[in-house]
């Protein structure tokens, strides 16, 4: 998982003079300081590997907010991006909720053009955190 997020990370610092080796160093470090932080502001996080044929193609990390399930993070390998399988993960997400009667709440890049798909799978925008939207896909009406 560590790799997928570093290669994620590479392109956006590629104007940067700086070496490849130390951007790697420097990413595998974010990686791991995100991780804990996910750790410690929710417990009951939830760590999974998304797998094709057993190789590794993505991560979703989840966890308990309130009423809710929240998606902490989704992030996909580069070439496994705009096949469905982000839109798969969510729905699933989206399943288990319903079947708990919670809502699904995450948070997107203001500059991230997953809100299109996370707005196609019936997430609204509930509040502005200045460089993220909060999203909510409610639970079903009963």
Known sequence: MREIYIAHRLPEFAPLQMPEAAKRT???QQYDIQRAAYRQSHEDAL????????????RLALATAGDAIAILDIL??????????????????KAVANEEASAVILHVDKNNRARALYERLGFRVTADGGIAWEMRSPPPTQ
């Not at 760590?47 to 993505?58: H, N």
């Not at 996909?76 to 997400?93: M, P, Y």
């Open 76 to 93: 996909l390998a580069a070439e496994e991006r705009g096949k469905g399988v982000g839109g798969a993960l969510i729905g699933t997400v």
């Open 47 to 58: 760590f999974l590997t998304v797998t094709r044929d057993a190789a590794p193609i993505g």
């Open 26 to 28: 420097l990413f595998a």
